[in-house]
């Protein structure tokens, strides 16, 4: 199921550029 694998990896992007917008 590529379409899950593209969710999960655009969901732990998204956090990681959270992370550095509060830094």
Do not use: A, G
């Not at 593209?6 to 969901?11: E, G, H, L, V």
């Amino acid at each position: 199921m590529p379409e899950l694998w593209d969710f999960t990896r655009i969901s732990v992007t998204q956090n990681n550029l959270q992370e550095l917008k509060e830094i």
